[in-house]
């Protein structure tokens, strides 16, 4: 029985540090505003545009996903000695769980900059064939191939 109470408390520790640690993108990445993409590039917009953070969450992801990989192919003898507060599946469940967080953050890090690159520096990191928001010129059209006389 005090194994199973001290699982509870680990994993309420842990569980509180999480609310405290959300992903390094949902802290430290700023978005942009919502309607700031209608009125075209403005280098002087205040978003992060560093993807460092989205970086950092993808490597959470890594290792949290691996070390729930790992704690679920251990043996079931392997959680029963006094140096391992959490049980296997306790373990697995956690490092599922702070792995889904931290993903959903680089997602988050990744649209997030990737749009502030996109109002910096206008339609130049625009996917092709595409016009700028509240552009109504069409795309020029390719120019003629030599023809073979």
């Known amino acids: ?20 640690n959300l992903g ?17 590039p403005d280098p002087e917009m205040e978003c992060t545009s560093s993807k460092v953070a989205p970086v950092f969450d993808t490597v959470f992801t890594g290792t949290n996903l691996l070390s729930a990989a790992v ?4 043996d079931d003898k392997s959680g029963t000695t006094a140096n391992q507060p959490l049980s296997r599946e306790a373990s697995v ?24 690159d996109r109002i910096h520096h206008g339609s ?16 020029s059209p390719a120019a003629p191939s030599p023809s073979d006389d």
Do not use: H
């Open 71 to 74: 704690a679920a192919s251990a």
């Open 24 to 40: 390094c993108s949902l802290i430290f990445v700023k978005a942009p505003l919502a309607d700031s993409e209608e009125f075209g």
């Open 1 to 20: 029985m005090k194994r199973f109470k001290l699982s509870i408390v680990a994993a309420i520790v842990f569980g509180a540090c999480a609310l405290g």
């Open 124 to 139: 130049a990191s625009a996917p092709a064939g595409s016009t700028p928001a509240g552009s109504s010129q069409p795309s």
């Open 93 to 116: 469940a956690l490092g599922l769980g702070f792995g889904a967080l931290f993903l959903g953050s680089a997602i988050y890090g990744f649209a997030t900059t990737a749009r502030c």
